[in-house]
């Protein structure tokens, strides 16, 4: 059974330029070459029907809810994103956009739909994904620690596989203990190509 991939990366004010840009496809300039740009019309948003700014949008999600008067620390985490997906087997038979569904359905349940600032899917990269933003507002307050707590974190890792296999998707868990380090796209792209290089030689090896 194909393994979920949940990880989440914590973005502060300087960071949401770059990720909007790469999340909506702003510019037909990307260094990432696993997008193919003349796919780029299938991505969707499952919270927003057009391009948002994400800056202003975060902000009015703090402000509808924070108590404080003081202003929001430079340094703070405004949105953690979360990266959903799967491996390509997965996809070759899934309704992926149940599965993304899904998988917002559970973080809108635990963290408060009102805290959801974007589900972005992209299909025009190698394997389809959600980019998934992530206010962390509790209590009036705006705390990342607190709302994505290690002890959380281990807990969405067991949660959110056994939610989706509720509602039908053949996925399970994957290797624990891999949450403690949560890598970025590119670092996770680059470990599964290692790995395909690595099967591949093993393989001709085999052969010889």
């Known amino acids: 059974m194909s393994k979920i991939v949940a990880r989440m990366e914590k973005m502060k004010r300087e ?14 300039n990307h260094s990432n070459k696993d997008i193919d740009i003349t796919r780029s019309y299938l991505n969707y948003d499952l919270v927003n029907t057009n391009g948002i700014n994400y800056r202003e949008k975060i902000q009015e999600i703090i402000d509808s809810q924070r108590v404080s008067k003081r202003a929001v620390r430079k340094d ?17 038979s899934a309704d992926s956009k149940k599965f993304f569904q899904d998988s917002l359905a559970y973080f809108s349940q635990r963290c408060g739909n ?24 509790t209590e ?23 939610f989706l296999q509720e509602r039908g ?28 290089k690595w099967i591949k030689s093993f393989s001709l090896k085999k052969m010889s």
């Open 140 to 162: 009036g307050r705006l705390s990342s620690k607190q709302v994505f707590s290690r002890q959380s974190l281990k807990e969405i890792q067991d949660e959110l596989p056994r």
């Open 76 to 92: 703070a985490v405004l949105v953690d994103e979360w990266i959903i997906t799967s491996d390509r087997p997965f996809f070759e």
């Open 114 to 137: 009102q805290n959801i600032a974007y589900a972005t899917v992209h299909l025009d990269e190698t394997t389809p994904h959600m980019h998934l933003g992530i206010v962390p507002m």
């Open 15 to 28: 960071n949401l330029g770059g990720i909007q840009q790469h999340n909506q496809r702003e510019t037909d």
């Open 169 to 196: 998707h053949a996925i399970e868990r994957g290797i624990k203990g891999s949450e403690q380090k949560h890598l970025t796209v590119e670092e996770y792209k680059d470990n599964q190509q290692a790995i395909k």
